[in-house]
């Protein structure tokens, strides 16, 4: 299994924020090191993990169209 690993100027380029947000905002509070991103050889470069980012990416877009239901259940818009 090969994994794609991405700059911060290509993953801004595929999820379409800027590469500052990508640094700033997401970095280390969405984008999680050793799950979204990796430092290879201990380095200050970082690499990002597309598929990591794209399964999650996806999952927490379905869930924030969660509509509570009052039995616990949620309803999808």
């Known amino acids: 299994m090969s994994q794609q ?3 911060t100027a290509e993953l801004s380029k595929m999820i379409k924020y ?4 990508i640094r700033e ?6 984008l999680l090191e ?4 990796i430092r290879p050889f201990g380095g200050r470069k970082i690499l ?7 399964r ?10 969660a509509i509570p ?7 999808h818009a």
């Open 48 to 54: 990002y993990d597309w598929e990591a980012i794209r």
């Open 34 to 37: 050793g799950i979204h991103y």
């Open 56 to 65: 999650d990416m996806c999952k927490f877009s379905k869930q924030a169209m």
């Open 18 to 21: 800027d590469c500052r947000t």
């Open 25 to 30: 905002q997401l970095k280390d509070s969405v």
């Open 69 to 75: 239901m009052s039995n616990g259940e949620v309803t």
């Open 5 to 7: 690993y991405l700059t």
